[in-house]
């Protein structure tokens, strides 16, 4: 058994509400992470994944509820703030130093062996626990995998954004944590860091907790899922039975929610014009042929009203007691034409950025997917074709009026009480509702839900505009690997 396993490490939450603002973000949550589990927390953007990993973590409080933790925890969040003067050195010595400590104890404990043998049994256990001896070595190791920045004295300002969560995923992943809690851990990297990775979680000795819209890593690593989607009672659903038993029982579950709420909306609109039918019959219908006396008038009046007033009872007593199920991705119409020219751009380079000449020429329906490892241009290129960025060589014409839609990797920082998901949601909606004839996506999995992408990799199969897709999602790979490659 290994030592992790004797631990009793482990986060036990029960109860657990969370409220922003007028908003409930979580809501009953009960969950337990152990050393042996692999639980990936999903859901779509903005239903509270990150919140409650930082509850787990330690990083939040819940407004009600409770959290227990034991044991060490190494967190990876999706953002991560940079002092003035922090270096890739500042995170390396952060991770390696509880290793440190332990073999500094185990020095102190060696010159009192003979006189307190517990105590050197202590610090011993400790520093094997943590493999101490060969920390800084792990995340160099790490570091070298994920393509991330080796040099300790380079400040963590000056890198990108992939290139920080980078060096601070190596440190995470190079640490002896008993428990890993990682937020979209494959965001920024590239096939042979995303292979490192995956390996480096199926082998972990403790628990894994990850937050993560990679199709691939969900199902490589994870065999439970705590799904925070809406649901017709408000809350979350935990599956086991890997993926695949994830996606079949969310399924017969959203399809029996559907069903139910399709009935009650049908009975509510049923009785609803059994009203509107009462009240047209006590206004015209129920009146006699012209002629008729009085007294049948009258007669028939008091039925008439007591029929359109229970028929209002019954309408008032009808409640559709559940939610109306989430909307999938919304994805106007376009009026491209097949084949029609849009786009011919020869011979792009850029100075420093995209060093090789690419010509690209795109017409109505055309598909393209982008790949390469990082730092080969593959963002530059799609930047040059949208016109966001100037070519130092070459150029870029737009054919027949052709519009073009562009979502970035990078985007500027999300609204207030917005996630990063929410943001990146809103923003491919927003580039879709231009009506794009000539639509570049670069890496657009990034911080999305694994539905979500289901959703856009199915819409991405039958979009009129011609389309161009840069990513490193193995799964989006393999699901578009029938089209045409540009290999950078």
Not at 220 to 232: G, I, M, Q, R, Y
Not at 296 to 302: L, N
Not at 341 to 368: E, F, K, N
Not at 418 to 426: A, V, Y
């Amino acid at each position: 058994m290994n030592i992790l396993e004797k631990t009793s490490a482990h986060v036990r939450a029960e109860g657990v509400r969370v409220i922003r603002g007028d908003r409930v973000v979580l809501d009953g949550v009960d969950v337990t992470v152990s050393t042996r589990s692999r639980l990936a927390v999903v859901g779509r953007n903005g239903s509270g994944k990150t919140t409650l990993l930082h509850v787990l973590a330690g990083l939040g409080e819940p407004d009600h509820g409770s959290v227990h933790r034991s044991g060490t925890i190494g967190v990876a969040e999706q953002a991560l703030p940079v002092g003035d003067g922090d270096t890739v050195g500042t995170l390396v010595a952060h991770a390696i130093r509880p290793a440190q400590l332990a073999l500094a104890a185990l020095d102190a404990a060696l010159e009192t062996v003979g006189s307190d043998p517990g105590a050197y049994a202590s610090a011993l256990e400790e520093a094997t626990r943590l493999d101490a001896w060969d920390a800084e070595r792990r995340v160099d190791v790490a570091l070298e995998a994920l393509g991330a920045c080796t040099d300790r004295e380079r400040r963590l300002a000056t890198l990108s954004v992939g290139q920080r969560y980078r060096v601070r995923l190596a440190c995470v992943l190079g640490a002896r944590h008993d428990l890993l809690m990682l937020d979209e851990p494959t965001n920024h990297l590239d096939a042979g860091g995303l292979a490192f990775l995956t390996g480096r979680l199926r082998e972990h000795p403790g628990g894994v907790l990850v937050v993560t819209h990679d199709r691939a890593l969900l199902r490589d690593v994870a065999d439970e899922f705590l799904d925070l989607d809406p649901t017709p009672d408000g809350r979350p659903r935990r599956y086991a039975g890997g993926y695949d038993g994830w996606q079949q029982a969310r399924a017969r579950e959203r399809e029996r929610w559907q069903q139910e709420y399709d009935a009650q909306v049908a009975e509510h609109a049923r009785l609803a014009g059994a009203v509107d039918e009462a009240r047209g019959r006590l206004s015209t219908g129920w009146r006699p042929d012209k002629g008729t006396g009085r007294h049948k008038r009258q007669s028939r009046a008091p039925g008439v009203v007591q029929a359109l007033h229970r028929r209002q009872e019954a309408l008032a007593a009808h409640r559709i007691t559940l939610p109306a199920p989430p909307r999938p991705l919304r994805w106007p119409p376009a009026g491209t034409r097949p084949g029609v020219p849009l786009l011919d751009a020869d011979g792009l380079t850029v100075a420093g950025r995209l060093r090789s000449p690419v010509a690209v020429r795109l017409a109505g329906g055309d598909r393209l997917l982008v790949t390469g490892p990082n730092g080969a241009g593959k963002s530059t290129l799609l930047a040059v074709l949208a016109g966001a960025a100037t070519p130092t060589t070459g150029g870029v014409r737009r054919l027949s009026g052709a519009r073009i839609g562009h979502l970035p990797q990078e985007v500027t920082s999300a609204a207030a009480r917005m996630s990063p998901g929410e943001h990146r949601q809103r923003l491919l909606e927003e580039v879709l509702a231009g009506l794009p004839d000539v639509l570049l996506l670069d890496e657009p999995t990034n911080h999305l839900s694994a539905t979500l992408v289901d959703e856009l990799t199915a819409a991405l199969r039958t979009a009129a505009a011609a389309v161009v897709v840069a990513t490193h999602d193995r799964r989006m790979l393999a699901d578009l690997g029938g089209w045409p490659a540009l290999r950078m």
